[in-house]
């Protein structure tokens, strides 16, 4: 069962307790969200801090660009803005834009896009069980933590079930193109259902006969000090100090 | 002192499967027996009552003279560990290290504690080499012996493994067998595989249609051909009993091509 990131070697961010590293990541895409959209330098500010980040973790660019690709359905939809929206229109070559249109469909883009690249950075130095004890350190509300642990638990076991299916389909000669093979397909979706949901009852049962209580032990993450701390902060405060500079050369 | 005691034991599955029908069987402390029986005799299900997994519907289990409910599961946990028998039910976190941490966490122990218990645990089941490594990069083999050291790190008073030697290859079987010998500790191991059982356990018991039809000496039931033809067991091909006498079969050893190949070394 593979685990959420991957997580091999030990670079500065994957060493930083995953309480710290939670905390800096939502507090920089915060900054990042309530950001006005003008002036856009600021938000290659944002982008170069990052981009120094992604440098210096060891997560590696093919990773970042690859994980990107979660962030296609909010291009989607950022492209069709600036034709829906209303108000004052601008003229690109044959085209007649919405001018509060292609500020917006900018506005969700680039937030989108350094939010999503704060994300892989923490997933891509955090492994999944590390950050459900990182949300217990902050006092996550129980519930909440304990539906994650199930998420940490069952994601793992469906992508398994799913890459043995897939290959006991591929091995008799299935051909996963086109229309005819849907039927196969739906098929199959209804048995990994089935199958992970059982397997995951099992996990669980062994889980709790090695003494589970519904809490994940903190697997060698030690208590966070403050050194991790302002290594950690660095990274949202410098981004608020670019947002307060913008905010104030705009006054 | 008895390990492990269940009295009259019965269960139906909700979908009213009835698996277990009157089970007795009493488990010396640092006895091994094994729990023999076809496929569907109710070998897991007995298995998952010993950890208090399931609840008994009548009858009782008792571990170490503590009957197993509600009030004392907690730490019945902690004292019986349960293999299970496919490892990666059981293996889930993702490094080996981690995954032998889950339960000595569990029970609270300190970080140092732990981290000896992990370093103990794995090197008892000669796997310190893949600590490292996620758990569904290793053979099948490999997984299963990282599955006993999860619960060997635990340090349970007694062992409960579910079918300990299915899908290994030889090589793989005897390091498990080797594994299990050295442990010394009560052990019960439900199998079908009767050459295992005979290697490992002294004692056997026959669990057919949720009933415990026969109790004795390992090689005496084996050699009981019409007992096993009736519960659908067998032995393999070419395989009796009565010649593993002379290696040391049954016995609290090496296994016997092991001390066998040291004989004709020295
Ligand atoms: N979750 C379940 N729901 C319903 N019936 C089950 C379930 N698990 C096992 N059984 C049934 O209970 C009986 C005993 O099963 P089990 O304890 O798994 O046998 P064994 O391990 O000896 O092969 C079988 O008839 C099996 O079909
Ligand atoms: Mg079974």
Redesign the pocket.
């Known amino acids: 069962m593979p685990p959420a990131g991957d997580v091999s070697g030990a670079s500065w961010p994957r060493r930083l307790p995953p309480q710290v590293k939670i905390v800096a990541a939502v507090a920089t895409i915060l900054v990042i969200v309530l950001t006005p959209p003008r002036p856009p330098w600021v938000f290659l500010g944002y982008a170069l801090i990052l981009a120094a980040v992604v440098q210096s973790s060891g997560v590696g660019w093919r990773t970042v660009f690859s994980r990107m690709r979660v962030e296609v359905p909010f291009v989607a939809f950022a492209v069709l803005l600036p034709f829906i929206a209303t108000g004052p229109e601008v003229t690109l070559g044959p085209l007649e834009l919405s001018e509060p249109g292609l500020w917006a469909a900018w506005n969700i883009l680039i937030k989108a896009t350094l939010g999503i690249v704060v994300s892989i950075l923490l997933a891509a130095t955090t492994e999944a069980p590390d950050l459900v004890v990182g949300l217990q350190r902050l006092h996550v509300p129980d519930i909440l933590v304990q539906i994650l642990a199930a998420m940490v638990r069952y994601v793992s076991v469906v992508t398994g079930e799913w890459q043995r299916m897939s290959r006991a389909r591929a091995a008799r000669g299935f051909h996963g193109h086109g229309p005819r093979s849907w039927p196969v397909l739906a098929r199959s979706l209804g048995t990994l259902f089935i199958r992970s949901y059982e397997r995951g009852e099992r996990v669980h049962l062994a889980m709790l006969s090695r003494g589970y209580t519904g809490r994940l032990p903190a697997a060698g993450t030690a208590a966070a000090t403050s050194a991790d701390w302002s290594v950690a902060l660095v990274l949202p405060l410098t981004v608020l100090a670019v947002a307060a500079l913008s905010w104030w050369v705009a006054r | 002192m008895t390990a492990v005691e269940v009295r009259d034991l019965t269960y139906a ?3 009213g ?1 009835v ?1 277990l029908q009157g089970v007795d069987l009493a488990v010396a402390d640092g006895e091994r027996v094994a729990v023999l ?1 076809p ?8 298995m998952l009552h010993l950890n208090g997994l399931i609840e008994a519907q009548s009858g009782w289990v008792a571990v170490n003279g503590r009957r197993v409910g509600p009030a004392t599961v907690a730490a019945v946990r902690h004292e019986v560990g349960l293999v299970f028998q496919d490892p990666d039910d059981q293996l889930f976190m993702p490094t080996v290290r981690a995954d032998v941490a889950f339960g000595p966490m569990n029970a609270g122990l300190p970080e140092s504690e732990v981290a000896a218990r992990v370093a103990a645990a794995l090197d008892l089941v000669g796997m310190t080499d893949v600590a490292d490594r996620a758990p569904h990069h290793l053979s099948l083999g490999q997984r299963r012996r990282v599955a006993i050291a999860t619960v060997l790190a635990m340090d349970p008073a007694v062992l409960v493994l579910d079918e300990p030697s299915s899908n290994l290859d030889p090589a793989a079987r005897r390091e498990v067998a080797d594994t299990l010998l050295q442990l010394g500790r009560s052990t019960i191991m ?1 199998t079908h595989d009767l050459s295992y059982a005979l290697q490992l356990c002294p004692r056997a018991v026959i ?1 057919s249609e949720g009933r415990i039809v026969a109790d004795g000496p390992t090689r005496e039931l084996l050699a009981d051909a019409a007992l096993l033809a009736e519960h659908r067991l067998e032995l393999p091909y070419g395989f009796d009993p009565a010649l593993t006498d002379r290696v040391g079969f049954g016995a609290n050893r090496p296994a016997p091509d092991e001390s066998a190949d040291q004989q004709r070394r020295q």
């Open positions: 599955y909700p979908d499967t698996a029986g496929n569907g005799a109710g070998k897991t299900t007995l439900v669990l």
